[in-house]
């Protein structure tokens, strides 16, 4: 599966984004999809996940609460809904598909990956 995600951009603390990653390939709904971003100078950290049907979503600590994941898979397609942006947040995000069962979070477990969208929160 080939993902290709989009919707960064530069929005002040505060404020919300909402990132699309777009799946192309008939087998999307076989895949569970996760959130990673990667911040300047440091490691990629996983964000948010979702099941193959939508029915399980997992989240980092640090965005929970703020952050909502979904996916739509008659349009291969998975969000990340993301409000109360803080500077921090700031970072590229990617979007990657896993055909695991274990509701993993290690960039290691996750086989396709998109070319990532940059989110800039200012202060």
């Known amino acids: 599966v080939q993902l290709q995600a989009s919707g960064g951009g530069l929005v002040q603390a505060g404020g919300s984004l909402r990132l699309s990653c777009a799946a192309s390939?008939?087998?999307?709904?076989?895949?569970?999809v996760g959130w990673f971003r990667q911040a300047p100078g440091k490691e990629r950290d996983f964000v948010a996940g979702?099941?193959?049907?939508?029915?399980?979503?997992y989240y980092a600590d640090s965005v929970k609460g703020r952050f909502t994941i979904s996916r739509d898979n008659a349009k291969n397609t998975v969000y990340l809904q993301m409000n109360t942006l803080k500077p921090e947040d700031t970072a590229v995000y990617y979007c990657?598909?896993?055909?695991?069962?274990?509701?993993?979070?290690?960039?290691?477990?996750?086989?396709?990956w998109g070319q990532g969208t940059l989110v800039t929160v200012s202060s």
């Open positions: 979702i099941t193959r049907g939508g029915g399980k979503t």
């Open positions: 390939g008939r087998t999307f709904s076989s895949y569970a």
């Open positions: 990657a598909a896993s055909a695991g069962f274990k509701l993993e979070r290690e960039p290691a477990d996750f086989s396709s």
